[in-house]
């Protein structure tokens, strides 16, 4: 057994209860009356996923994609693949992209050029975090709630080869 990691919290349930705000309001005020499809990457994105729509008072259809791109640990393989694809029609759709991280951003550039190839009519990203440091792709984040230095972080949702998802805490895995 490997010895149990120590984590230490960046951005606590509250700070994370404020950012969530801010970001429900600036969607809100942008898609009034629009019926957008939100759609989370999985797994990383089902906890801000719920929080979130939970604040937005417009009608909205929910999609979940699943995208395998990382092995068990904490680099990405750069190869990514449709695991689990949409049920909803996306064409000539506003379509928000909701995301938990923008990493090296391979993950995220590789969906929005899957969408983009269905015609949506509109087409935006919500990153609930970014590592601007990995970077090896730009990418634009329409909404996005923290920058993050460049630390390998788990809790609300993030993932250490499955573990910590459930924290309510975002928290750096120490090395
Ligand atoms: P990217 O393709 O490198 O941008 O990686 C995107 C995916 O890698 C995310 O959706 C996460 O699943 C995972 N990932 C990247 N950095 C972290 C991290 O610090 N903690 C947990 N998962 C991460
Ligand atoms: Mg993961």
Avoid: H
């Amino acid at each position: 057994m490997s010895p149990q990691p120590k984590l230490r919290i960046l951005f606590t349930r509250d700070e994370i209860e404020t950012t969530v705000r801010k970001l429900a309001a600036e969607i809100r005020k942008d898609y009034q009356g629009r019926r957008p499809i939100l759609i989370g990457i999985l797994k990383g994105s089902f906890m801000f996923m719920a929080d979130l729509i939970r604040l937005l008072d417009f009608p909205l259809e929910v999609e979940f994609i699943r995208l395998s791109s990382y092995g068990g640990g904490r680099e990405s393989s750069g190869e990514i693949k449709v695991v689990q694809g949409l049920r909803s029609e996306v064409r000539g759709r506003d379509v928000l992209v909701i995301e938990d991280i923008v990493d090296t951003g391979l993950t995220t550039v590789f969906l929005l050029d899957y969408l983009r190839k269905k015609k949506p009519a509109s087409l935006k990203l919500c990153a609930l975090t970014d590592k601007p440091s990995r970077r090896q792709v730009p990418v634009t984040i329409d909404y996005l709630g923290f920058t993050l230095p460049n630390k390998f972080v788990v809790g609300y949702g993030l993932d250490w080869d499955e573990n910590f998802r459930n924290l309510p805490d975002i928290c750096i895995l120490e090395e």
